[in-house]
T-cell receptor
Framework: NAGVMQNPRHLVRRRGQEARLRCSPM?????VYWYRQLPEEGLKFMVY????????ESGMPKERFSAEFPKEGPSILRIQQVVRGDSAAYFC????????????FGPGTRLLVL | GDSVTQMEGPVTLSEEAFLTINCTYT??????LFWYVQYPGEGLQLLLK?????DKGSNKGFEATYRKETTSFHLEKGSVQVSDSAVYFC?????????????FGKGTLLTVNP
């Protein structure tokens, strides 16, 4: 049973470009979470999605960031017009429907903005 | 959880030494409590959890007890191994209907020397 998969593992962007981060949850999981880890800090919750629905986006920056989890395909975290402060590790997690609080994490995408 | 304070690292121990990593938190209500571990180059893995007061979570020789009175969830292991070298994160859930919203500490780097 494959775990949570994220790609790319490393992403380099120049300021002003767009970054698209992908997350495929564990098989059978329909709940996805995104977290961000800034340098020297712990992970911070960004958004919680179910298929085709955003349930809680209270941790998402108000501008330039968006997330989706379509009916088919992976969840996408999209960052438009990236700035240097967006450089961080972005982790995706998934959980089964009956155990929302038990989250299984992917290996993360390390975004570097030049 | 609203916030979590975790013992600052790094922690360096010899093999077979006793390990304690302190964790205290503030939260609304009575959240579930988690310890995650991150091995070098990998994503976070759930190590153990406790869902109510006085519960003891355990896994791989690690233990932590949910202490409601002191809002603490300290991680212990009686005899560490070199393979336990990793970063450990304490993470309370959001409590109530938001237990999926994990709040992570900054992590404690543990290095175990042979």
């Amino acid at each position: 049973n494959a775990g949570v998969m994220q790609n790319p593992r490393h992403l380099v962007r120049r300021r002003g470009q767009e970054a698209r981060l992908r997350c495929s949850p564990m098989k059978g999981h329909s709940h996805v979470y995104w977290y961000r880890q800034l340098p020297e800090e712990g992970l911070k919750f960004m958004v919680y999605l179910q298929k085709e629905n955003i349930i809680d986006e209270s941790g998402m920056p108000k501008e330039r960031f968006s997330a989706e989890f379509p009916k088919e395909g992976p969840s996408i975290l999209r960052i438009q017009q990236v700035v240097r402060g967006d450089s961080a590790a972005y982790f995706c997690a998934s959980s089964p429907i009956r155990e929302l609080e038990t989250q299984y994490f992917g290996p993360g995408t390390r975004l570097l903005v030049l | 959880g609203d916030s979590v304070t975790q013992m600052e690292g790094p922690v360096t121990l010899s093999e077979e030494a006793f390990l304690t990593i302190n964790c205290t938190y503030t939260a609304t209500g009575y959240p579930s409590l988690f310890w995650y571990v991150q091995y070098p180059g990998e994503g976070l893995q759930l190590l153990l959890k406790a869902t109510k007061a006085d519960d003891k979570g355990s896994n791989k020789g690690f233990e932590a007890t949910y202490r409601k009175e002191t809002t603490s969830f300290h991680l212990e292991k009686g005899s560490v191994q070199v393979s336990d070298s990793a970063v450990y994160f304490c993470a309370p859930g959001g409590g109530g209907g938001s237990n999926y919203k994990l709040t992570f500490g900054k992590g404690t780097l543990l290095t175990v020397n042979p």
